[in-house]
């Protein structure tokens, strides 16, 4: 099975700030990465496919990057509402399909 | 606007099968266009995919789970199902079903999910 981990696994950050969260994978994924934002009690909400095809619907601040093994999400400028946990998942070889373990963005 | 709504026991005995039911509206699950997906998720931690379907029947399971794990669909009634069996306390957990969206028969990501159901295993 391919591994993805995520850094960090929390991180603290202020209105306005640029967020950068990582996913690596433990084998070459190409670009077959997806990114998920999930909010306290509510289901995960795709934000990103392909590393870098934002969603419909998807405020613009939201943007990732990379292929290969290493792959970030990043947030130009937080905003209240994005203060959740992010997931990313691979799609390259499965089954299974694997999500990473989880980067939590708390406010500072 | 496609709605997914799980449906099932909250509670089930260590050694039954967890059983449930993902009712799908605003869209046709014999379209062919989409899979459909069982996810999980134990409280406080992260996600576990467990299998999907397509509507013809075809399924891919979670290799870690296959030996416990049915998924099926009703294509009539715009449903589909999963059946855990010898569930023991550590399957205790929030269950999603979404529906899968693929590119290119490689990238594979869930665009809608349900609100998700805990089910607790305890007897």
């Known amino acids: 099975d391919i591994q993805m981990t995520q850094s960090p696994s929390s991180v603290s950050a202020s209105v306005g700030d640029r967020v950068t969260i990582t996913c690596r994978a433990s084998q070459g994924i190409s670009s077959w990465l997806a990114w998920y934002q999930q909010k306290p009690g509510k289901a995960p909400k795709l934000l990103i496919y392909?590393?870098?095809s934002l969603q419909s619907g998807v405020p613009s601040r939201f943007s990732g990057s990379g292929s290969g093994t290493d792959f970030t999400l990043t947030i130009s400028s937080l905003q209240p509402e994005d203060f959740a946990t992010y997931y990313c998942?691979?799609?390259?070889?499965?089954?299974?399909?694997?999500f990473g373990g989880g980067t939590k963005v708390e406010i500072k | 606007q496609v709605q997914l709504q799980e449906s099932g026991p909250g509670l089930v005995k260590p050694s039954q099968t967890l059983s449930l039911t993902c009712t799908v509206s605003?869209?046709?699950?014999?379209?062919?266009?989409?899979?459909w997906s069982w996810i999980r998720q134990p409280p406080g931690k992260g996600l576990e995919w467990i299998g999907y379907i397509y509507y013809s029947g075809s399924t891919y399971y979670n290799p870690s789970l296959k030996s416990r794990v049915t998924i099926s669909v009703d294509t009539s009634k715009n449903q589909f199902s999963l059946k855990l069996s010898s569930v023991t306390a550590a399957d205790t957990a929030v269950y999603y079903c979404?529906?899968?969206?693929?590119?290119?028969?490689?990238?594979?990501?869930?665009?809608?999910w349900g609100q998700g159901t805990l089910v607790t295993v305890s007897s």
């Open positions: 979404a529906r899968v969206s693929e590119i290119f028969g490689v990238m594979y990501y869930f665009d809608y």
């Open positions: 392909a590393a870098s």
């Open positions: 605003g869209g046709s699950i014999s379209s062919g266009d989409y899979y």
């Open positions: 998942q691979q799609a390259n070889s499965f089954p299974p399909l694997t």
